[in-house]
């Protein structure tokens, strides 16, 4: 009977497999699937965005690096220290004013702070009250411009403006809960021209400066985002010790559109 | 001699039935390609059966295998044209539908559906069928059954690339060339996974070898 050897190879058990064969059902069902994806097929004629995908299949490798380097060089650049920094304090138009200082930045003046009230503003003296300037680990410097703003009332009192020297960290209250808060922007331009001078009737709410890590970098509309005082504070800690910044050249404390912001560049 | 026939038959790469295969297949192609639309039927009607046993043995299930050999047949049709001849007809639509295969099994690696299909014994088989239940003293249907499992559990418990292999040269009798036209590699790749392949279906099915 048996031409075969009586042990079986995985060949033979292999060839076994040969004999598994569908049912006629199911050729039926098959060809008739076939037919309707053929006919499909040939209704259906590519579109241009498919014949488009099919042909930039071929750069999709390289076009996707590209893009992962791109993004890669965008990350790196939002994420880097922000070059430039202003501290804002929103305020209502009326109540604010801008001071400039034609001092040089020297070695041991970072800013110059000057808050005064409005002598004839009731609303003002009466709705605000006013800031007071707290100084943290100061080398405080007496201003040698204080006999220039003496106050002569109450309601005009005119707080004089302090020198602080390097390592000087600057915190001022809100105005109110809603109103205050901080903006980093960056400075494309001065807004005000350096001959600026203040007035000494010109209300001026409050107004700090926040130093920059890196004040040659280039500045982006990007980097603004909003900063709480904490974080504004850390950043000037953080920064003060920065020489470059204080040989960056001149300052501008500005009044822009309901904002007080004190810019280096 | 029908499709049927010819999944039990071994293939020579070189034989003078399969050249004279090839020259019907690329006379039809021609027509395909010239716009005779209905003559592709005629190529689907020559392969479909092997093609389908193939896929089937590739993925375990016979829906998958009709899915993916109807896409096979589709693509083929679609893209006819760029046809030459340099290769078989059959060399490329196996290419089409192994490389199909093999991309649908990557994505679904843990898909652990199987069927078994009911054999369609020959005299060969039927022998073989019962020497093999003589030696196991089992009754012989609940014996083939449990063969079709672990025939289709040892082959799924190959690799990819080594299942396929195995399937194209044992299952559907191809030579190493044909197989490493298809599958893209050198023949010495397709002889070393296929010495690969035995060796681990030998300890998988030692059970039923003694």
Redesign the interface.
């Given at each position: 009977?048996?031409q075969?050897p009586?042990?079986?190879?995985?060949?033979?058990?292999?060839?076994?497999?040969?004999?598994?064969?569908?049912?006629e059902d199911?050729?039926t069902?098959?060809d008739a699937?076939?037919r309707a994806?053929?006919l499909a097929?040939?209704v259906q004629k590519p579109t241009w965005s498919d014949v488009l995908r099919v042909r930039l299949a071929r750069f999709a490798l390289p076009i996707g690096m590209a893009a992962a380097c791109i993004m890669s060089g965008v990350v790196w650049l939002q994420t880097r220290p922000v070059p430039s920094v202003v501290a804002v304090v929103p305020a209502p138009a009326a109540q604010l004013a801008a001071i400039v200082t034609d001092t040089p930045v020297s070695s041991i003046s970072v800013a110059q702070i000057a808050v005064m009230l409005e002598p004839d503003g009731p609303a003002l003296a009466s709705s605000v009250p006013a800031p007071s300037v707290v100084v943290h680990e100061a080398a405080q410097v007496a201003s040698q411009t204080t006999s220039e703003a003496t106050p002569s009332s109450t309601s005009d009192a005119i707080v004089p403006p302090i020198t602080f020297t390097a390592g000087t960290v600057v915190e001022l209250p809100p105005v109110n809960e809603s109103t205050f808060a901080a903006v980093v922007m960056p400075i494309a331009a001065p807004t005000f021209p350096a001959d600026f001078t203040l007035s000494a009737t010109t209300p001026l709410l409050a107004a700090y400066t926040a130093l920059v890590a890196d004040p040659f970098a280039v500045p982006s509309p990007s980097f603004a985002q909003p900063l709480n005082d904490v974080r504004v504070g850390e950043r000037v800690s953080r920064n003060l010790d920065n020489e470059r910044l204080y040989a960056a050249g001149r300052r501008v404390v500005a009044l822009d559109e309901g904002r007080v912001s004190v810019k280096f560049w | 001699m029908s499709a049927?026939n010819a999944?039990?038959k071994p293939l020579v790469a070189a034989s003078p039935d399969r050249r004279a295969e090839a020259d019907a297949d690329l006379a039809i192609v021609r027509r395909v390609q010239a716009g005779d639309?209905a003559a592709?039927d005629e190529l689907?009607g020559r392969y479909?059966?092997r093609v389908?046993?193939l896929l089937?043995?590739m993925t375990g299930n016979?829906e998958d295998a009709?899915d993916l050999?109807?896409?096979a047949?589709?693509k083929a049709?679609?893209s006819i044209r760029s046809f030459s001849g340099q290769a078989s007809f059959f060399t490329w639509l196996y290419r089409i539908a192994v490389n199909g295969t093999l991309t649908h099994l990557r994505h679904n690696r843990n898909r652990t559906f199987f069927s078994?299909?009911?054999?369609?014994?020959?005299g060969?088989?039927t022998?073989?069928?019962a020497?093999?239940t003589d030696?196991q003293g089992a009754d012989r249907e609940t014996f083939l059954r449990e063969?079709?499992e672990k025939?289709n559990e040892a082959l799924q418990k190959l690799s990819i690339k080594h299942r396929t292999v195995?399937t194209l040269f044992?299952?559907d009798g191809l030579s190493h060339e044909e197989i490493a036209s298809i599958v893209g590699c050198s023949v010495g790749t397709v002889r070393s996974r296929v010495h690969y392949a035995?060796q681990q279906?030998?300890a998988e099915?030692a059970h039923?070898?003694?």
């Open positions: 009977m048996s075969l009586q042990k079986p190879t995985i060949e033979d058990l292999l060839r076994l497999k040969r004999a598994e064969r569908p049912t199911f050729w069902r098959f699937e076939l994806k053929q097929a040939l | 049927a999944l039990v639309v592709f689907i479909r059966e389908v046993g089937y043995q016979r009709a050999a109807q896409d047949f589709i049709f679609q078994l299909e009911k054999m369609q014994e020959d060969t088989t022998e073989m069928i020497r093999l030696a063969l079709q025939l195995i044992e299952i035995k279906l030998q099915l039923y070898l003694r």
